[in-house]
Structure formats: C-alpha cells, structure tokens
C-alpha cells in the first residue's frame, strides 16, 4: 500500500497544481469569482489531502502503527479528494447547484482519515 498511496499521492499533488493553475489562467476570464472561488477551494483542498496521503504512506512504513487504520485513512483521503474537490469543480464549471450537496459526503471523508490517523497515533506502541 505504501507504494500505491505514494504514487496516488504524488499524481494528485500534481494535478492539484495543473488546477489551480488552469483556474488562475484559463478560467479566470470565464468564471464569476464566486466559481473561481469555489475551483480554487477545490485544488487547494486536494492539495493539502494529498500531502496527507503522502505522509499515510509514509506512516505504513512504522510497524508499529496500526496499519488497517492507516490504509483506511488513505483510502478515505482519496475519495475524499474525489468527492470533495470533484464535486467543486463540478459546481463551479457547471453552475448545477445540487452538485453542492455532495461536497459534504467528501468532506466527511476527510474528516474519517484525520481521525483515523489519529486513532492508529494514539495507540503506538513504541
């Protein structure tokens, strides 16, 4: 799994920036700076959630961690990101507002990997 999340982490890092960056070039002249706002919370978002997928996968590497918490948490980062950040830029391209609703169900899931970090944290047996 290490080297799966490290991979997964590294592409959506790097699309994370592809983002901001077609937000801030090609998109600033299409979008209402609401929309705008609501791309550039998404790549941003997807960038923090992947440097945290790279710390996951650099976690699995301790022995001592839990290790079915720390691949749960990776896998939530991901569909988190998905969720998350997909259904901003969705929103924000689209204009369909219902696409809102979803947002959350991502953030939930980010919210189960911190906590799931958490969790396997507090029970290392060092």
């Not at 070039?25 to 705008?36: M, N, P, R």
């Not at 609501?38 to 923090?48: D, E, K, S």
């Not at 996968?57 to 969720?83: C, D, R, W």
Request: hydrophobic share 55%.
């Amino acid at each position: 799994m290490t080297k799966i999340f490290l991979v997964i982490a590294s592409m959506l890092g790097g699309l994370s920036v592809v983002a901001g960056s077609f937000a801030t070039h090609a998109l600033k002249e299409k979008l209402t700076q609401y929309s705008l706002d609501i791309f550039q919370t998404g790549a941003r978002l997807q960038m923090y959630h992947s440097l945290a997928l790279l710390i996951v996968a650099f976690l699995l590497t301790i022995e001592e961690l839990p290790q079915s918490l720390m691949v749960i948490a990776g896998y939530a980062f991901i569909a988190g990101i998905a969720i998350f950040s997909g259904s901003l830029y969705a929103l924000s391209l689209s204009g369909i507002k219902w696409l809102g609703a979803i947002t959350p169900i991502g953030g939930l899931a980010f919210i189960i990997g911190w906590s799931c970090m958490a969790i396997a944290g507090w029970n290392l047996k060092l």
